[in-house]
């Protein structure tokens, strides 16, 4: 079903926007949930699991949105995203032999920079609620989860980053 926009409204700009966003959303959950199976999330896996559970479900979101509008989904720029998530993964934060401390936090970093993307994001969708026929309660609802969300990862990342700078020694036993 299609819905009626609003004639002010260029489609295309609004397929290539959601595009983009669907795109982010993929790589961000991938990231997370990866994430969350790493042994340095520790206490944190479950929310980090959560998480790119609530990314997926959003990301869904914006299909549909694409779908209700009547614009086709573009693959090429998910693939695209799937093949720099997984390039990005090769990064050795310092160390090309063994864990690095600095990965989690940066991994955080990068996770807390999509998520304000994606509410910002939201945020456009609202003010082009009326003109698109989007609903104003549903997007102010995906806003408030993304603030929510962002805080939850500025948790993580506040527990993460004392070990941030932490020499490979630092859990080494000292010799009496």
């Given at each position: 079903?299609?819905?009626?926009?609003?004639?002010?409204?260029?489609?295309?700009?609004?397929h290539?926007?959601?595009?983009?966003?669907?795109t982010?959303?993929?790589?961000?959950?991938?990231?997370?949930?990866?994430?969350?199976?790493?042994?340095?999330?520790?206490?944190?896996?479950?929310?980090?699991?959560?998480?790119?559970?609530?990314?997926?479900?959003?990301?869904?979101?914006?299909?549909?949105?694409?779908?209700?509008?009547?614009l086709?989904?573009?693959?090429?720029?998910?693939?695209?995203?799937?093949?720099?998530?997984?390039?990005?993964?090769?990064?050795?934060?310092?160390?090309?032999?063994g864990?690095?401390?600095?990965?989690?936090?940066?991994?955080?970093?990068?996770?807390?920079?999509?998520?304000?993307?994606?509410?910002?994001?939201?945020t456009?969708?609202?003010e082009?609620?009326?003109?698109?026929?989007?609903?104003?309660?549903?997007?102010?609802?995906?806003?408030?989860?993304?603030?929510?969300?962002?805080?939850l990862?500025?948790e993580?990342?506040?527990?993460?980053r004392?070990?941030?700078?932490?020499?490979?020694?630092?859990?080494?036993?000292?010799?009496?």
């Open positions: 079903m299609t819905h009626e926009t609003d004639p002010r409204i260029d489609l295309a700009l609004v290539s926007y959601l595009n983009d966003h669907i982010g959303a993929s790589a961000v959950s991938a990231r997370v949930m990866r994430m969350s199976r790493n042994p340095d999330a520790g206490d944190d896996a479950a929310a980090l699991a959560q998480l790119a559970r609530e990314l997926r479900e959003e990301r869904d979101v914006h299909e549909s949105t694409a779908r209700d509008l009547g086709a989904l573009s693959r090429w720029k998910h693939v695209a995203a799937k093949v720099a998530e997984r390039v990005a993964r090769l990064k050795p934060n310092g160390r090309v032999l864990h690095s401390p600095l990965s989690l936090v940066l991994e955080l970093e990068i996770v807390r920079s999509g998520l304000e993307g994606k509410r910002l994001g939201w456009t969708l609202r082009h609620a009326d003109a698109l026929d989007l609903d104003p309660g549903r997007l102010d609802a995906l806003i408030a989860r993304s603030r929510a969300q962002a805080d990862v500025e993580m990342s506040a527990r993460a004392p070990r941030a700078f932490g020499s490979p020694d630092a859990h080494r036993p000292t010799a009496a």
